[in-house]
């Protein structure tokens, strides 16, 4: 499958700029989840920061479930 956005420059600049700043947002979530997966998986932590590593992913992944992102997981 192949999905092709265009926009009529200049007059839909603002809509572009949406698109880039969403993909990038998804981006940032991405590098948050790996981020909240590797640290306690490969850094010796304390049992309840360890913990608290976990519950924020969870948390995560809840947001972005109740708001119909899929973090490609």
Request: hydrophobic letters at 35%; aromatic letters at 10%.
């Amino acid at each position: 499958m192949r999905v092709t956005m265009e926009f009529d420059l200049p007059e839909e600049r603002e809509e572009l700029n949406s698109a880039l700043t969403d993909y990038r947002a998804g981006l940032v979530l991405w590098d948050l989840d790996e981020w909240l997966r590797r640290k306690p998986k490969y850094e010796e932590l304390p049992e309840k920061e360890d913990a608290i590593y976990d519950t924020v992913r969870m948390l995560l992944h809840e947001l972005c479930d109740a708001h119909d992102y899929n973090l490609m997981r």
